[in-house]
C-alpha cells in the first residue's frame, strides 16, 4: 500500500531542481528589467519597482508568483545585498542592490531563455 504522505513529499532532487528553477526566474526577471533600458547595477531600489518584473518572470515560466520573503531570500542566495526596512514604510518592504556581476549574469539568461522562445 502506498503512503499518501510521502507521494506528496517533493524528493531532495526535486527541492534543488525548484531552488535553481527559482534561481533562473529570478535572474531572468532581473534580465528583462534591464532590457526595458532600467539601470540595475549598485542601486537600491525598492522591492515594489522590481516586483513587475518578477510577475512577469513567473509568468513566463509558468509559476505561481513569489512571496516577497522568497525573492529577498533567492536574492540574498545569489549575492545581492537586501536590506529590510520597516513595514510601514512600504508594502514591500525590501531594498535591493545588485552588483555589475549579477546584472550581467541576469542578462544572460534572459537572453538565453528569451531566444529558446
Known sequence: ???AAKVDQPSLFETEKKDEESVKVILFALGEFQSR???LIDRELPLDR?????KRGTE?????EFSDEKIA???EGIGATVKKIPSYVATHPFRI???AEIAGHASKVFETEKSRG
Open 1 to 3: 500500500m502506498i503512503d
Open 37 to 39: 533600458g532600467f539601470e
Open 50 to 54: 522590481l516586483r513587475g518584473a518578477f
Open 60 to 64: 513566463s515560466f509558468g509559476m505561481e
Open 73 to 75: 531570500g533567492i536574492l
Open 97 to 99: 542592490t545588485v552588483s
